[in-house]
């Protein structure tokens, strides 16, 4: 089945720095990618949708400058926390529906655990 | 908030018994589907149920969606251990596009 990844995994930084989190569909070309923030014990919360060729949609109170969204290409979409607090700190997981952004199905990445001190 | 709420926040039973969890949500949809999280890890999604239909099985897993009560409901039967996890159901709504929207989860234990 469809292969999403994430990289890293997991991240420890110190506050104020910035950290590149990547999402690569592995087998399928995704023209958009989903970021999402999970707290813990929490659910999901999508932050903002990636589309590639064009700005990343941004959900309401989410600041697009604190997590800039670049889709470089057909299968990898990058989060950047700027200036990273340790309230970031958070799992980041992204998704993608193969085929494009309205198949029923989305495969979803790993994961990557920030945890920023 | 058009999130989902689901319930039991957390729901303990023993090896073979059912478990049950409920999602109520606001909106119109156009598909509900559920996902299991196993601690600190990614979603897998489990199944898929669109607003047309009322029931879907797979394996040990049964999940119903009552669009009049903007409800669904997964059963889970025979559990196993090995089914401990979060369980999120998630709504795709009319809007447009692929966003969803995620319920608030139950953690689900099973005990030997």
């Known amino acids: 089945g469809a292969v999403v990844s994430q990289h890293p995994s997991r991240v420890i930084c110190k506050s104020g720095t910035s950290v590149k989190i990547e999402c690569r569909s592995l087998?399928?070309?995704?023209?958009?990618m989903f970021w999402y923030r999970q707290f813990p014990k929490q659910s999901l919360m999508l932050m903002a949708t990636s589309n590639e060729g064009s700005k990343a949609t941004y959900e309401q109170g989410v600041e697009k400058d604190k997590f800039l969204i670049n889709h470089a290409s057909l299968t990898l979409s990058t989060l950047t926390v700027t200036s990273a607090h340790p309230e970031d700190s958070s799992f980041y997981i992204c998704s993608a529906p193969p085929g494009g952004c309205c198949q029923e199905t989305q495969y979803f990445g790993p994961g990557t655990r920030l945890l920023v001190l | 908030s058009q999130q989902g709420e689901e319930d039991p926040q957390a729901l303990s039973i023993q090896e073979g018994e059912n478990a049950t969890m409920n999602c109520s949500y606001k909106t119109s949809i156009n598909n509900l589907q559920w996902y299991r999280q196993n601690s600190g890890r990614g979603l897998v999604h489990l199944i898929l149920i669109r607003s047309n239909e009322r029931e879907k099985h797979s394996g040990r897993l049964r999940v119903t969606l009552d669009t009049s009560k903007k409800s669904s409901s997964l059963l889970i039967t025979a559990s196993r251990a090995a089914d401990t996890a979060s369980y999120f159901c998630?709504?795709?709504?009319?809007?447009?596009?692929?966003?969803?929207?995620f319920g608030t989860g139950t953690q689900l234990k099973v005990e030997l």
């Open positions: 087998d399928f070309q995704a023209t958009t």
């Open positions: 998630a709504i795709r709504d009319t809007g447009g596009g692929n966003k969803l929207t």
